[in-house]
């Protein structure tokens, strides 16, 4: 009698979980997770990823640096040149430029200023050029942990070599204590760090190689801007952008600072929409940031109601903020 009333409820199950089954093969297979979509599918769904898995840097870091010897850009990797060479003799690095010293003071000068250090001393007789202290904020968390700026101050020094030049650097970089203890200390030894060092070489190289690829007409005058400055400010009939070469944090931590040191007053802030609103001689805007990949960003300018801006105006507020910046 039990095996005469489980074979019919068996004969049920198995029926109704044929049924089952028929019904879930006969619905939508869109609705479903094996569903195979190809290119030429008209139905294929587009698939929903999460915000924070859609950062565009992740595969901008599969971008291939640009090729030494080539037009240089902004990814090219180590760049190398004719008319200047990194030499590294034991700890000691310097540069070796097919130029006479005459030739590369002002340029020196120069890189000096558009690194947004002021010179503090001059020895021409000696080739050097000292600069002053600048303050070089850690920011964010790490600022947060250590509770201290750093400062920094850079020299060169000028060696003739025949019709060419040797330039040596140093780096030094101390906490605002010791700045304020010793603002004309003499040089000391780990100014010659080679990490340090090495670096500021390295930003001389590309700087010096820059000006000889203009010189050859390899590269034009806003091109070799672009690839030094922080910020450029770009034009177009639709109107005016800022594009930052940094990443999106970093650029939104910069545009907040230097509306700050430009006389804005910063109102509201939000980071994780890309918004800062601010405003100055009785107009208000609102800076948009978003990220064009893993290393730039774009900055846009609107009305605080939200209209465009006429064009004089959008491009002369952007470029005040490029000055900051750079």
């Not at 020895?123 to 002053?132: E, L, M, N, T």
């Not at 850690?138 to 920094?152: A, R």
């Amino acid at each position: 009698m039990r095996l005469s009333l489980i074979s019919p409820l068996l004969a049920f199950s198995s029926i109704a979980s044929l049924s089952l089954l028929s019904g879930c093969i006969s619905m939508d297979r869109l609705s479903s997770p094996e569903s195979e979509y190809s290119a030429t599918s008209d139905q294929a769904k587009v698939l929903q990823v999460p915000p924070d898995l859609t950062d565009i840097s992740n595969g901008e870091q599969f971008i291939l640096p640009g090729i030494s010897g080539e037009a240089l850009s902004r990814n090219t990797l180590l760049p190398a040149f004719e008319s200047v060479k990194f030499i590294r003799n034991g700890g000691q690095s310097w540069l070796e430029i097919d130029q006479s010293p005459e030739e590369l003071w002002p340029r020196l000068l120069a890189f000096t200023r558009k690194q947004s250090y002021a010179v503090a001393e001059t020895i021409p007789v000696s080739g050097v050029i000292a600069s002053d202290w600048r303050e070089q904020s850690e920011g964010g968390l790490l600022k947060g942990l250590i509770g201290k700026d750093t400062f920094v101050r850079i020299a060169f020094r000028l060696e003739r070599a025949g019709q060419a030049s040797r330039l040596f650097a140093r780096v030094q970089e101390a906490d605002k204590s010791y700045v304020e203890a010793n603002p004309e200390a003499s040089w000391p030894a780990s100014a010659h760090e080679p990490e340090n060092t090495n670096q500021m070489l390295s930003e001389l190289l590309v700087f010096f190689g820059i000006e000889e690829q203009k010189a050859k007409g390899i590269l034009s005058d806003a091109t070799a801007a672009s690839l030094l400055d922080d910020a450029t400010l770009q034009t177009t009939a639709g109107g005016s952008v800022l594009v930052m070469h940094k990443g999106y944090r970093p650029t939104f931590r910069s545009v907040r600072q230097a509306l700050a040191n430009n006389g804005f007053n910063v109102t509201r802030e939000d980071i994780e929409r890309g918004r800062v609103e601010a405003n100055a001689n009785d107009a208000a805007y609102v800076f948009a940031i978003s990220p064009v990949h893993v290393s730039a960003s774009r900055v846009s300018v609107i009305s605080a109601t939200g209209d465009r801006l006429d064009t004089d105006t959008e491009k002369s507020v952007l470029d005040t903020l490029r000055q900051q910046l750079i």
